[in-house]
């Protein structure tokens, strides 16, 4: 029966039993309870501490709605599944949206920080556009919006410096022929269990700061097989570039680091232990679970929309006429938040995105903390009364850390005047939003973009709160803050 009843080739150097891993992969894709019963709305399938029903919901097909209170007396809207398209919304409301599709299809290709749920998106995307019109996510990240809107047959463009964002994103959104994708892993499987590390010449091991302290030796020679057994695949390039995303998904699990923090760091109190052919069974893991969803991706994908991503676009400078775009839908990212290059450093290296310093990718990033001493010998204003208190209490605290906020929310404001002039009269931009804290103060995002927002010429059409319950990458428990806020803007 070829690979699948196979444990152990006797010339493998790893006892890797492939039959395991798919009794693995099974178990995690069996069937479970998911979305609520249309039947029994008043039945809530995911319990949350703090939160109570209230009585009242309504179902749709794929969904459902109801009113509950949580541990403050608040009243919210908890929405399961997808969202519908006509959910009445009122400023200030508060919504709980719980997210059944982050890993379906190609959105759990790869772990990506603080990316969209891809309901919330897809909502956005149907109720503020048509089919065939054009979408704009100026800070594209994992490619969510991307993605849903292909799904929807909405042309969309997707911007960011990221190299390693772009990558992801053209993967995420490329169909691909289902009978090479079963070709590619069946052959894969079988170099997994002929592996050899006299396979590895050193000429195979990616150079990189600090690669020996990243990675054990034996993890090292393994991930440099199987990158070249990706490579001599007799396969597109299209189909090679979704199996190295599949290898750069095992990265961080297989190096020394902390799999869970956003900078790529080792934490020896961790005590992480990381094996010998962990590599190899993590990537067989990868390729059995991912293949299926991109094949179902595939089925589903129109031929005729398109995606671009271009790389001489930025967020503050859209390479794009006045009046392009139909609509906008970004989350982009917080002031002092996550260090993206830092977060992905480790993925860059492995597909040779990257390869030295990553200083000058960082400081291409809105949001980043690579800035120089003289651009914070002094205090600087926005002009936004609200934010320029904020910032000058943090001035008081840390020079440094008060720039970072003021050119933050500068960038945001030159992306906002971007987006304003590449949409169309009466598109919106939707902005996905939470705050934070920089040294122990209270950053209100959302409410400076706001600020900024109408100054730049928007109309603030609504914004409502949408309570977070799950964090993709942890945030240390002082740094959360519980709820995004959704600002709705309309090009007049």
Known sequence: ?????????????????????????????????????????SQLPLPIEGVHGSGTSLSTERGSVQEVVNAF???????????????????????????YDQTSLTHGLHKYPAKFFPELPRWLISRYSRPGDIVLDPFTGSGTTNVEALLLRRHSVGIDVDPFSRFLCRVKVTP?????????????????????????????LPVFPYRDNWFNRDTLLE????????????????AKSFFLVCLSSIVRAVSNADDNCTRTVIRKRLNKRVYPADALKRFAEAILINVPKMAHFSRLCPADIKVELPSDS???????????????????????????????????????????????????????ESVSCTDYAHLHRLGIASADHVIKRIFEKDKRRAYIAY????DMRSNLSEVLRTLKNGGRYVVVVGNNRIRGELFENWRYIKDMAVGVGFELECYFGSEIINHFIKVPREERIMTDWVLVLRKP
């Not at 691909?176 to 269990?193: G, T, V, W």
């Not at 989350?331 to 030295?356: C, F, I, K």
Request: aromatic fraction near 8%; hydrophobic fraction near 35%.
């Open 1 to 41: 029966m070829g690979f699948q009843s196979r444990c152990l080739n006797t010339r493998s150097f790893y006892p890797v039993c492939i039959e395991d891993i798919e009794r693995r992969v099974a178990r995690r894709n069996s069937p479970r309870p998911s979305r609520p019963d249309s039947k029994a709305t």
């Open 73 to 99: 007396g608040e009243r919210i809207v908890r929405v399961d599944g997808d969202i519908p398209i006509d959910l009445p919304l009122s400023n200030g409301g508060r919504y709980l949206f719980i997210s």
């Open 176 to 204: 691909l022929s289902e009978s090479e994708l079963i070709r590619c892993q069946q052959e894969l499987i079988a170099r997994i269990l002929a592996y050899e590390p006299s396979a590895v010449a050193d000429t195979d």
């Open 223 to 238: 991930m440099a097989y199987l990158r070249k057994c990706i490579k001599a695949l007799d396969a597109s390039q299209e």
């Open 314 to 368: 930025d967020a503050r400078d859209i390479r794009y006429p006045s009046d392009f775009f139909d609509l906008a839908v970004t989350s982009p990212p917080y002031a002092n938040a996550v260090d993206y290059p830092r977060t992905h450093q480790l993925e860059m290296y492995w597909l040779d995105l990257a390869r030295g310093s990553l200083t000058p990718l960082k400081k291409k990033h809105v949001g980043t």
């Open 407 to 410: 050119k933050y929310l500068e």
